[in-house]
């Protein structure tokens, strides 16, 4: 099969059109055919080759939302014609002891939608169809691309460190995954304080359900919570005071990173050992997570706030997001 796409030849290059065509199908693969994809800021790291690990040309797009065209021969859960979703992903060992517990991103053998395969920015994509979600029919196909990367990396790396209801949640930096964060924090029962460096997004923040926002000057925490807060998920690459945000959180609270860049960090470890504070990280979600993030997003109506491109002004799309003016998401749509 051919596939159209856009793809970077060399590292930060801009995308311009790329064919190539797609081998035999795997006995557990699936191909779909996509609606629309998802720019998350990982797509930008990898185009940029940010953390090493791009192969060139790269095809990027790991928040795709296809009909599925073809199936191998051993896949009996997904037929042609299904919606299915698909995020950063694309296969793991299904074996490993983390595998076995609901932990497939976790698993040493995973593999990226864009590392070593082509994504979303395309005609077709093809992942092992354990990693393609049938969508649910309350979650249309430009909001649910969204969900399968932003929304399942914030989602989870709240869950992880504990959030139920009734909590104080910190969100810092409200872009794709932290406008993403503030709506499931709030859907869930919480009380939501938002931290951004963009005095332009308080009012709106207000009107996603944030109880509080506090501007920011880049990572300087200029002004504490109105209240110690239980746990905070940081969704920004920039360096942050990191002292500033643990001193927000109250005893036995969590600081949850997702959105993580190449730095090495210094934690203040007697702020810790005093309240007996956490400190965490969080990759995406593993499977059975993702399907608890899609009901909960239709149940509570949790979608992201999207900008529509077509796909052939990617290039556009993506200085959009270098520039931090996407408001929140932007989706390419074929
Ligand atoms: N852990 C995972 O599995 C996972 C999954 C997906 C993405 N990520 C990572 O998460 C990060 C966010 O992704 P995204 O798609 O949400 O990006 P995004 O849409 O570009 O949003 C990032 C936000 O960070 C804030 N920000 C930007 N520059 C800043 C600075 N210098 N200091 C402080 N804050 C700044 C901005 O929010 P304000 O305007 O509100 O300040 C911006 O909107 C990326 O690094 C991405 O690679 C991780
Ligand atoms: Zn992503
Ligand atoms: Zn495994």
């Known amino acids: 099969m051919k596939v159209s796409a856009f793809a970077s030849q060399t590292a930060k290059a801009p995308l311009t059109p790329f064919n190539y065509n797609l081998d035999a199908i795997g006995v557990n693969e699936v191909t779909l055919q996509v609606i629309a994809c998802g720019i998350c800021h990982s797509d930008v790291h990898m185009m940029d080759n940010d953390w090493g690990i791009a192969q060139f040309p790269i095809v990027p797009g790991h928040e795709v939302v296809g009909e599925v065209v073809e199936v191998g021969s051993a896949v009996s859960h997904l037929k042609k014609g299904m919606r299915v979703g698909v995020g950063w992903q694309r296969s793991a060992c299904l074996s490993c002891p983390e595998c076995l517990s609901g932990k497939e991103n976790l698993c040493d053998a995973n593999e990226g939608v864009i590392v070593g395969h082509h994504g979303g920015f395309a005609s077709h994509v093809r992942v092992d169809s354990r990693f393609a979600f049938p969508l649910p029919e309350g979650i249309d ?87 110690p807060l239980d746990i905070i998920i940081s969704t920004v690459t920039a360096p942050l005071e990191l002292g500033a945000y643990l001193e927000a959180l109250g005893a036995d609270g969590t600081l949850s990173m997702v959105g993580v860049g190449s730095e090495t960090v210094t934690l203040p470890l007697m702020s810790l050992l005093g309240k007996r504070r956490r400190f965490m990280s969080s990759p995406i979600g593993g499977r059975g997570e993702i399907t608890q993030m899609l009901n909960i997003a239709e149940t509570f109506n949790v979608k992201p706030t999207i900008e529509v491109f077509p796909m052939a002004q990617a290039n556009e799309a993506i200085d959009r997001v270098r520039k931090n003016t996407v408001r929140y998401r932007a989706v390419l749509k074929v």
């Open 141 to 227: 196909s430009l909001h649910a691309g969204p969900l399968m990367c932003g929304g399942i990396t914030v989602f989870s790396g709240l869950r992880q460190a504990g959030m139920t209801s009734g909590q104080r949640i910190g969100v810092i930096g409200v872009g794709g995954l932290g406008h993403m964060a503030v709506r499931f924090a709030k859907a869930m029962g919480n009380s939501v304080t938002a931290f951004t460096t963009s005095a332009s997004k308080v009012e709106e923040l207000g009107r996603m359900g944030a109880d509080e926002v506090i501007v920011t000057e880049g990572g300087r925490l200029v002004k504490k919570p109105s209240k």
